[in-house]
């Protein structure tokens, strides 16, 4: 037998006294009849059954509100302020039920004075989805309560293509908050923001520039690539730093059109990839931005090897191979861009030190010079006997700069049979300027050798403690 559909008001009144009966299943069906009926004295009652202790009762109380629709609108939304959240958050669904009718009341009680209100009215007009809403919505992303302004993020985005012009808009407010919230709407919103923000960064003001790039970034979409790589010769400097953010936050997406900016016309295009893909750090740029070394502009060229040091250890042979290149500039950049590796580069760099051609001995020496990491001494004294006399110059003032860490193993080499070399010993001892060569150095007053006594007499000049017996 089909169940009797009730619609007489005589019923009302009864209906509401068995929402208090004992058995969860009356109180169910009394609910689910009073939405059935929609009268109005049902209001109060179903809002009360919101806070009934079987789910079951709280949900239809909520289905019967929103049939009952317009009337329940104010008492569902001053229940926003129950202290209880599954109170609130059947209000929000009852609301949205209701849908279009309750706009208008749900935009007046964005400006409450209960926070709470404010909040879940923002969450409520997102769940309705009524492009009415996007304008007080926007203004919502001041609201001094945090969560107003996340629930108003939420619902910008869940209104969705409407709401992106005006989000655009709101780029250039005045009000950082304002500004920082539509960024992060317009990332929610997503690739259909992409287009509009790209346009935006032909037309836009330098505030529209700027933060349209920051949301492309968090989008990363690969339609926006071209347009944040054409940012980097935008007049503002928060522009194109933006866009460098932006490139670097997209990652291995942006690697390949980044390498191919290395050779754009523009030099702001080639010198703020080169710093992208530094920062980026893909083993994919290291021969683009080796051969960037050869850019004519001296700011690329430095931007080339910043950016190799920042990649590390990839770099680093294809660099020592370029120590030996034709062109000076490149051997220079390559010797500073393994001078910003350090750590990583020295063994390959202590290896190179027998390459048979002595610019690149130069070369390496001066970089460890530089690095002044305690691995490369041994093979440093070694190159004090280096047949090439800039060599074994290099090699004196690498260990001079690697300083008091040598000085042990350079005191055992005034020994060494070679007069040559310890003239160089002598020469790099006198550069540490360490205290402990004092007594050794006085031995070697009495060399054979009168040459190796003269470097004697200079280093200890050189050393600044004075001697005490």
């Given at each position: 037998m089909r169940p009797v559909r009730?619609?007489?008001?005589?019923?009302?009144?009864?209906?509401?006294?068995?929402?208090?009966?004992?058995?969860?299943?009356?109180?169910?069906?009394?609910?689910?009849?009073?939405?059935?009926?929609?009268?109005i004295r049902a209001i109060e009652p179903l809002i009360t059954a919101l806070k009934d202790n079987d789910s079951d009762v709280r949900w239809n109380a909520i289905w019967a509100l929103g049939e009952i629709a317009i009337p329940a609108i104010e008492p569902l939304i001053a229940s926003f302020k129950d202290e209880e959240a599954r109170v609130r958050e059947s209000a929000v669904w009852a609301l949205s039920e209701i849908g279009e009718p309750a706009v208008e009341r749900l935009i007046d009680s964005l400006k409450h004075g209960n926070p709470q209100i404010r909040w879940h009215a923002a969450e409520t007009l997102g769940e309705i989805k009524d492009v009415r809403a996007i304008e007080p919505l926007i203004?919502?992303?001041?609201?001094?309560?945090?969560?107003?302004?996340?629930?108003?993020?939420?619902?910008?985005?869940?209104?969705?293509?409407?709401?992106?012009?005006?989000?655009?808009a709101a780029l250039k407010d005045e009000d950082v908050r304002i500004r920082e919230h539509a960024v992060w709407a317009l990332m929610e919103i997503g690739t259909p923001a992409v287009d509009p923000l790209v346009t935006a960064l032909k037309f836009g003001d330098i505030r529209v520039r700027e933060n349209a790039i920051r949301a492309l970034g968090e989008i990363k979409d690969a339609i926006s690539l071209d347009a944040l790589i054409n940012a980097f010769k935008d007049e503002n400097t928060r522009v194109r730093e933006n866009a460098v953010a932006a490139l670097w936050r997209m990652g291995e997406l942006a690697v390949d059109p980044l390498i191919s900016a290395l050779k754009h016309e523009d030099f702001n295009i080639r010198y703020k990839a080169a710093e992208t893909l530094g920062k980026i750090k893909n083993a994919r740029?290291?021969?683009?931005?080796?051969?960037?070394?050869?850019?004519?502009?001296?700011?690329?060229?430095?931007?080339?090897?910043?950016?190799?040091?920042?990649?590390?250890?990839?770099?680093?042979?294809?660099?020592?191979?370029?120590?030996?290149?034709?062109?000076?500039?490149?051997?220079?950049?390559?010797?500073?861009?393994?001078?910003?590796?350090?750590?990583?580069?020295?063994?390959?760099?202590?290896?190179?030190?027998?390459?048979?051609?002595?610019?690149?001995?130069?070369?390496?020496?001066?970089i460890l010079g530089?690095?002044?990491?305690?691995?490369?001494?041994?093979?440093?004294?070694?190159?004090?006997?280096?047949?090439?006399?800039?060599?074994?110059?290099?090699?004196?003032?690498?260990?001079?700069?690697?300083?008091?860490?040598?000085?042990?193993?350079?005191?055992?080499?005034?020994?060494?049979?070679?007069?040559?070399?310890?003239?160089?010993?002598?020469?790099?001892?006198?550069?540490?300027?360490?205290?402990?060569?004092i007594e050794p150095l006085i031995a070697a007053l009495h060399d054979e050798d009168s040459r190796v006594r003269k470097n004697?007499?200079?280093?200890?000049?050189e050393i600044s403690a004075p001697y005490s017996s």
């Open positions: 009730i619609k007489d008001e005589r019923a009302v009144e009864p209906l509401i006294a068995a929402l208090k009966d004992a058995d969860p299943q009356v109180r169910q069906n009394a609910v689910e009849a009073l939405g059935k009926i929609k009268d203004g919502a992303l001041k609201d001094e309560d945090s969560r107003v302004r996340e629930n108003a993020v939420f619902s910008l985005r869940e209104i969705g293509l409407q709401s992106i012009a005006p989000l655009i740029a290291v021969e683009p931005l080796i051969a960037a070394l050869r850019d004519e502009d001296t700011r690329m060229r430095e931007n080339a090897v910043w950016a190799l040091g920042k990649i590390g250890t990839p770099a680093v042979e294809p660099l020592i191979a370029n120590l030996k290149d034709e062109d000076p500039r490149v051997q220079e950049n390559a010797v500073w861009a393994l001078g910003k590796i350090g750590t990583p580069a020295v063994e390959p760099l202590i290896a190179n030190l027998k390459d048979e051609d002595h610019r690149v001995r130069e070369h390496v020496i001066e530089k690095i002044k990491d305690a691995r490369a001494i041994e093979p440093l004294i070694t190159s004090l006997r280096d047949e090439d006399s800039r060599v074994r110059e290099n090699a004196v003032w690498a260990l001079g700069k690697i300083g008091s860490s040598a000085v042990e193993l350079l005191i055992t080499s005034l020994k060494d049979n070679n007069i040559y070399f310890r003239i160089n010993v002598v020469a790099a001892l006198g550069k540490i300027k360490d205290t402990r060569a004697v007499a200079w280093a200890l000049g």
